[in-house]
């Protein structure tokens, strides 16, 4: 499983970016660790923080795939508006255009 958590403008101190970190790979490692468990589906957390654009993430998410051999890449799709979209573009789009591994897309609930 890998979070990826944007870079920000202003680093903060160290002490406060590795407790971030750490806050991270907790709430993330708790709000899938559960379903995955009960499903028996082994799995393992990387947080990486990195540059927060869209052709970055995906860059960043191909790149570790490739590197752990991930037999499959499960990402969310959020739904951010059509603008927002065309102006920033998709991560979701970058890593499935970009990604050497299947990549399954998972729809928001509020997604039709």
Request: aromatic share 4%; net charge neutral; with cysteine.
């Amino acid at each position: 499983m890998v979070h990826i958590w944007g870079g920000v403008y202003v680093p903060p101190d160290e002490s406060a970016e590795l407790q971030e970190i750490e806050d991270t790979k907790h709430m993330v490692s708790h709000r899938f660790a559960e379903a995955l468990v009960a499903a028996k589906v082994p799995f393992k957390l990387h947080v990486i923080v990195g540059p927060s654009d869209t052709d970055s993430i995906a860059r960043v998410v191909s790149a570790k795939a490739a590197d752990l051999g991930a037999q499959l890449v499960v990402v969310a799709r959020h739904s951010k508006g059509k603008l927002k979209e065309f102006l920033v573009g998709s991560v979701t789009a970058s890593i499935v255009k970009s990604c050497t591994s299947p990549v399954l897309v998972v729809p928001h609930p509020s997604i039709p």
